[in-house]
């Protein structure tokens, strides 16, 4: 029995969809066939803008604290791309590690390379913003 719309994709998409992606080698030409993790993640918000537009400012404003790895000044001062999640402790997990990790929905990513996993990282903190 489905229990919810997300149970519910997940089991349509195992069922029917992923053996035709499997068939067809559409994740050798497309995008990577999806796992559970892309299915269970909490959602997520991105921000895009020009650098010194208040990105990271933004983000510390609505955590009411720092974040690892976060700073702020006139120059561009962030030179990549950032997440910033929830986690035991403060810490920064570089891209290239998160991307492959199996309980992270950020698989998809490697398709990028390594030029572009290099400049991705991940920030985590506890905090009751980022868990719930």
Same mark, same amino acid.
């Given at each position: 029995?489905?229990?919810?719309?997300?149970?519910?994709?997940?089991?349509?998409?195992?069922?029917?969809?992923?053996?035709?992606?499997?068939?067809?080698?559409?994740?050798?030409?497309?995008?990577?066939?999806?796992?559970?993790?892309?299915?269970?993640?909490?959602?997520?918000?991105?921000?895009?803008?020009?650098?010194?537009? $208040?990105? =990271? /400012? *933004?983000?510390?404003?609505? &955590?009411?604290?720092?974040?690892?790895?976060?700073?702020?000044? @006139?120059?561009?001062?962030?030179?990549?791309?950032?997440?910033?999640?929830?986690?035991?402790?403060?810490?920064?997990?570089?891209?290239?590690?998160?991307?492959?990790?199996?309980?992270?929905?950020?698989? $998809?990513? =490697? /398709? *990028?390379?390594?030029?572009? &996993?290099?400049?991705?990282?991940?920030?985590?903190?506890?905090? @009751?913003?980022?868990?719930?």
């Amino acid at each position: 029995a489905v229990t919810s719309v997300i149970d519910g994709l997940k089991r349509l998409y195992i069922e029917k969809l992923k053996p035709l992606e499997v068939a067809y080698r559409f994740n050798d030409f497309a995008s990577p066939l999806l796992t559970n993790s892309d299915f269970d993640a909490k959602p997520m918000v991105m921000l895009l803008g020009q650098y010194s537009t $208040g990105k =990271t /400012t *933004f983000i510390k404003h609505l &955590l009411k604290s720092n974040f690892p790895g976060a700073h702020i000044g @006139p120059e561009p001062t962030t030179d990549r791309f950032v997440v910033v999640m929830s986690g035991s402790d403060e810490r920064t997990v570089p891209g290239n590690t998160i991307a492959v990790q199996a309980d992270m929905p950020f698989n $998809g990513l =490697t /398709t *990028f390379g390594g030029a572009f &996993l290099s400049k991705f990282e991940c920030s985590q903190m506890p905090h @009751p913003v980022s868990i719930n």
